[in-house]
C-alpha cells in the first residue's frame, strides 16, 4: 500500500542550526512527493516537490532529495530562521493520475532566537 | 488572491446536531477535497470530486457527504453530528492530477 512515515517531534533548534526531517515512503507505482508547511491557525502551504527520482525540490531555502533507492524524501535547510517555526508535513501522490495524497503526521518545528 | 475559502473558521455543535461546511474557490480548478485532520494522524481524505459532478469517497467518509454545487464550491455536510468528529476540516482543490493541491485555512469544529 501507500504510506508515509516522518521523523516524530517536536522539534525545537536554535536560530541558525541546521535542520533535517526524516520522511521515508512506501508506495506502488511512481509516486510525487511533496512537503507542505503549515503556519498557526493558517492551511497547507506547498513548500516544494518531486515527480521523479533523484529530483530536487527547493524553495526559501528548503530542500528535499527523492531517493528512490532509500524511499527517502528527508527536508534539510541550512540555517533556520524563528519565522521557520511551523508543522511540516511530507506527502505522497501515490503515481501520475492518482486522486488521493497521503500525509504524513506532521512535525512541529520551533526555532528559537 | 483569495484561493479556497472555507466557512466558518470555527463552530462548536451538540452531538445530534447538523451542519454543513463550506467550500469556495476561485482558480478554475477542475478536483476538490475535503479532509479531516486530528492529531498524531495528519492528513486523511473524507471525500473528493474529481470534476464538476462527480463525487467519491476517500479514506473515512462514514457520517458524511458532500455536494460538488458547481465548479467553484464543495460543501461537507454532517446530518448529526458525533464527538468523534471534533477535528479541523481543511478544504483543497487542484487543476489537474498532476499538481499540487491548494488549501483553505480550515475550519475547527468540536461536538459536545
Known amino acids: 500500500g501507500n504510506s508515509v512515515t516522518q521523523m516524530e517531534g517536536p522539534v525545537t533548534l536554535s536560530e541558525e542550526a541546521f535542520l533535517t526531517i526524516n520522511c521515508t515512503y512506501t508506495?506502488?507505482?511512481?509516486?510525487?512527493l511533496f512537503w507542505y508547511v503549515q503556519y498557526p491557525g493558517e492551511g497547507l502551504q506547498l513548500l516544494l516537490k518531486?515527480?521523479?527520482?533523484?529530483d530536487k525540490g527547493s524553495n526559501k531555502g528548503f530542500e528535499a532529495t527523492y531517493r528512490k533507492e532509500t524511499t527517502s524524501f528527508h527536508l534539510e535547510k541550512g540555517s533556520v530562521q524563528v519565522s521557520d517555526s511551523a508543522v511540516y508535513f511530507c506527502?505522497?501522490?501515490?503515481?501520475?493520475?492518482?486522486?488521493?495524497?497521503?500525509f504524513g503526521t506532521g512535525t512541529r518545528l520551533t526555532v528559537i532566537p | 488572491n483569495a484561493g479556497v475559502t472555507q466557512t466558518p473558521k470555527f463552530q462548536v455543535l451538540k452531538t445530534g446536531q447538523s451542519m454543513t461546511l463550506q467550500c469556495a474557490q476561485d482558480?478554475?480548478?477542475?478536483?476538490m477535497y475535503w479532509y479531516r485532520q486530528d492529531p498524531g494522524m495528519g492528513l486523511r481524505l473524507i471525500y473528493y470530486?474529481?470534476?464538476?459532478?462527480?463525487?467519491d469517497k476517500g479514506e473515512v467518509p462514514n457520517g458524511y457527504n458532500v455536494s460538488r454545487l458547481n465548479k467553484r464550491e464543495f460543501s461537507l455536510r454532517l446530518e448529526s453530528a458525533a464527538p468523534s468528529q471534533t477535528s479541523v476540516y481543511f478544504c483543497?482543490?487542484?487543476?489537474?492530477?498532476?499538481?499540487?493541491?491548494?488549501f483553505g485555512d480550515g475550519t475547527r469544529l468540536s461536538i459536545l
Open positions: 518531486a515527480t521523479k527520482a533523484d
Open positions: 483543497a482543490s487542484r487543476d489537474n492530477l498532476n499538481q499540487p493541491q491548494h
Open positions: 506527502a505522497l501522490n501515490p503515481q501520475t493520475g492518482a486522486n488521493n495524497l497521503f
Open positions: 482558480m478554475n480548478h477542475n478536483s
Open positions: 508506495a506502488t507505482g511512481y509516486p510525487s
Open positions: 470530486s474529481a470534476s464538476e459532478g462527480t463525487t
